[in-house]
């Protein structure tokens, strides 16, 4: 015979919800399973309130135009809303509406908006094309001056342009600002690299005249015609040296 069944209090019953919807969170007081329950609640609250704000709005949205639910629903349904349009009101009441002077004028806007929207779409196409068609002879250029490889060129061009769609949706990447930073410092770190070069040449240079002569190996060294010695420059100074360099 089974054993009676184990009520378990409404504190643990809360408390098991919780650890199932959130496993990794230990509740060992009251302070941090009211806590969590206040926190759930605002976030059920914030959600039902946006909930309920979206259909205010297809309510307020279907009173003001009616035939919208039924284009909403269509298409929802896998129906073309133009399609929908046409059975719904038909060619003339389509034609009726465009021929209202109640919205003559929203409709005037609505049509300059969308010659504005084409034409800008049409510049920035022919800008597209010139500026592509240029930059594919430089592509070309570049591989050849530097001898890069096919694969080479479509790696660079492939991070230039996710560098470039990141920054359109916002995306700053420590990769990208890397490169930047590295690409700004290029010329100054190559300038420096230069003049540390020349500074050691020229001390290389001024080391190697003051090291001291080697030993002699006793003959004695002969100049002129008659055998006299010859007159010794007299020692460079550093100056001198330096001026050399």
Partial sequence: MAGPQEVKSKRDLVGDRLKKKYPDREYADDEAL?????????????????????????????????HSARFITDMANGTNPWVAMVEQLGMDGITDIFENPKYKEELAKAQEEH??????????????N???????????????????????????????MGIANDAIVGKFTRESLD?????????????SAREEGAVEGRNARIEEKLRKPK????VPMLGGSNNAPARRRSRESIFDLAAEA
């Fill in 115 to 128: 010659v504005k929207r084409l034409t800008k779409a049409n510049d920035l196409e022919k800008e597209y």
């Fill in 179 to 191: 490169m930047a930073l590295k690409a700004l410092n290029h010329d100054a770190d190559m300038a």
């Fill in 130 to 160: 010139t500026n592509l068609e240029a930059s594919l002879e430089m592509l070309r250029q570049a591989q050849e001056e530097s001898g890069l490889s096919d694969e080479q060129i479509d790696r660079a061009v492939d991070l230039l």
């Fill in 215 to 218: 030993t002699s190996d006793g």
């Fill in 34 to 66: 009211f806590g969590q329950i206040n926190d759930d609640y605002d976030e059920y609250e914030n959600t039902l309130k946006e909930k309920t704000d979206a259909e205010n709005k297809l309510t307020d949205m279907f009173a003001q135009y009616p």
